[in-house]
Structures are given as structure tokens and as C-alpha cells.
């Protein structure tokens, strides 16, 4: 005679008011929630923008000047941090996009592999690169 098994249900754990589930894969909620405003942000009238090269110091130690070409430079950083997030957020599917366009009939070729490996960590080194934006200008990121 068999015994039913009863599956049980896993109740979740939360710490600090957060389920286990989401820190199990903490980047996913947190770069979507960093995309979500990030784009929300750039799309609402802003009465202003930070002078973003006047925090970089030139050749010679000093200060930049401010320039007119700030507005544009300021809405290009705000995009490239959120190709960066998107990017990172949706890693596991670009990486296999990447992969299926090296993949010849089920086997990476030996040279194909290299091209793969090259684009991949290309990508990847961009998307890191563009997200650290958002730390650099993280006091930046007001109206």
C-alpha cells in the first residue's frame, strides 16, 4: 500500500521585510527597479542638469570650464546608464544571442568560440563600464 506523499508548501523566509526568493537573485529586481526610474527620470521635463565636467579635473589639475554642450552630454549619461543596467539586467539573454550567432549546427567552431568569447566580454565590459555611471553621478541625479 502506498502512502500519499504530501508535498509541502515552502513558506518563505523574509529578512529585513525582503522574501529569500528575491535576494536569491538580487540583481534582477534592483537593476529593473534602477532601469524603471532611470528611464522614468530622462523622459520627465527637467528644469536642469548638472555640469557634469565641471567634477572632472583637466590635464592640468584644475577644473574644467563649463561648456555649452552640457544639456546633450548630461542626456547621453543618463542613456548609456541605462543601457548598462538593461544590459546587465538581461545578460542571460543577450549572452545567448550573442552564443547563437557563433553557433554553426549545434558546435561553436574552435574560431567561432574566440569571436564569441571577444564580443561577449566586450559586451559585458561596456554594460559594467555604462552602469558605473549611475554610482559616479548618483548626486547628479536630481530636478
Known amino acids: 500500500m502506498s502512502k500519499a506523499i504530501k508535498k509541502k508548501k515552502r513558506i518563505p523566509k523574509f529578512y529585513n521585510g525582503v522574501k529569500d526568493s528575491v535576494l536569491w537573485n538580487l540583481y534582477h529586481p534592483m537593476g529593473e527597479y534602477i532601469v524603471?526610474?532611470?528611464?522614468?527620470?530622462?523622459?520627465?521635463?527637467?528644469?536642469?542638469?548638472?555640469?557634469?565636467?565641471?567634477?572632472?579635473?583637466?590635464r592640468d589639475n584644475t577644473l574644467t570650464e563649463f561648456n555649452d554642450g552640457e544639456a546633450e552630454r548630461w542626456e547621453n549619461t543618463l542613456e548609456a546608464m541605462i543601457d548598462g543596467w538593461e544590459t546587465l539586467v538581461n545578460w542571460d539573454d543577450i549572452s545567448m544571442d550573442i552564443?547563437?550567432?557563433y553557433n554553426s549546427g549545434g558546435v561553436v567552431l574552435e574560431m567561432n568560440r574566440k569571436a564569441w568569447l571577444k564580443e561577449n566580454n566586450l559586451k559585458y565590459k561596456v554594460a559594467q563600464k555604462n552602469a558605473m555611471l549611475f554610482v559616479k553621478h548618483i548626486h547628479s541625479l536630481w530636478d
Not at 36 to 58: D, N, Q, W
Open 99 to 101: 552564443y547563437d550567432k
Open 36 to 58: 524603471k526610474h532611470l528611464k522614468a527620470f530622462k523622459e520627465m521635463p527637467r528644469m536642469g542638469y548638472p555640469c557634469v565636467s565641471i567634477t572632472e579635473k583637466s
